[in-house]
């Protein structure tokens, strides 16, 4: 994956601030898919702030950025000025990670694993707002039917 064609998809996008932050993280994902560290080094802050949630065995992104991990499918979904990407790896493995973006570079990471995940907005005015209007994101894991995940309210 090449620096021009990032440039370009980065540019293209640069008119929508929530585009251009879906294109950053999706660019981010397919950099580290094909180790392309230049373009990784260039989306991320040199004091990027880092969170994880969950058993230590189970960083997601960490094992992916030493190349441990292949590549998994995610969802993504923009939410303000963040960029939450849901990741599955079998049945019962489940990630979230939430990417905080500021002026096209990425400046925060969240990662929850095996989290039930609710996004809320906490700027909402008034009493009267309705839940679901508060509520802008929650998590979709495939299986929650059959199993129990610990839940997490992030608020934003």
């Known amino acids: 994956m090449g620096s021009k064609k990032n440039e370009v998809l980065l540019s293209e996008a640069d008119s929508n601030p929530e585009m251009l932050n879906k294109t950053v993280v999706d660019t981010l994902y397919k950099a580290l898919t094909h180790g392309d560290t230049s373009t990784v080094v260039k989306l991320l802050t040199s004091e990027l702030e880092w969170w994880f949630h ?11 950025l030493t190349g441990e991990s292949s590549h998994t499918e995610f969802r993504f979904e923009v ?16 990630w979230i990670h ?5 002026d096209g570079l990425i400046i925060q990471f969240r990662e929850y694993f095996n989290t039930w995940l609710t996004v809320r907005d906490v700027k909402a005015a008034g009493w009267d707002i309705e839940h679901e209007r508060c509520t802008l994101w929650q998590s979709q894991p495939r299986d929650l039917a059959r199993r129990s995940l610990p839940g997490l309210l992030l608020a934003i």
């Not at 969950?54 to 992916?64: E, F, K, Y």
């Not at 303000?80 to 489940?94: F, L, R, T």
């Not at 939430?98 to 500021?102: A, G, I, Q, R």
């Open 98 to 102: 939430v990417w905080t973006l500021k």
């Open 79 to 94: 939410v303000g000025e963040c960029v939450i990407a849901e990741g599955w790896e079998g049945a019962q493995v489940y």
């Open 54 to 64: 969950g058993p230590p065995r189970c960083h997601h992104m960490m094992r992916m």
